[in-house]
């Protein structure tokens, strides 16, 4: 598969759908994968992870998303700390 989409579409992010997706069909596979996604504020972040998390849902995946905040930088394990916390159904 390796695509994500959405009824409603996300613009001028292919690539990245595309790479989301290959994420999820190694997943479906067994396989592991971790996917960063980091930018700038405003600029799609969330609206993209929320199409992937759609994706993992419509597949039947449980999902442990995880967030982190800008100064958890020099935190060990700061930005993956909130993702082993829960796993969503």
Not at 56 to 64: F, I, P, T, Y
Request: aromatic share 2%.
């Amino acid at each position: 598969m390796g695509t994500v989409s959405s009824a409603l579409g996300l613009r001028g992010r292919a690539v990245e759908m595309a790479v989301l997706g290959e994420a999820l069909d190694r997943a479906a596979c067994g396989l592991s994968s971790v996917v960063l996604i980091e930018g700038e504020a405003g600029i799609g972040k969330t609206r993209l992870l929320d199409e992937a998390l759609r994706a993992a849902h419509g597949r039947s995946m449980q999902v442990a998303p995880g967030r982190a905040e800008e100064l958890e930088r020099t935190r060990p394990w700061g930005r993956g700390a909130h993702g082993v916390g829960g796993v969503r159904k």
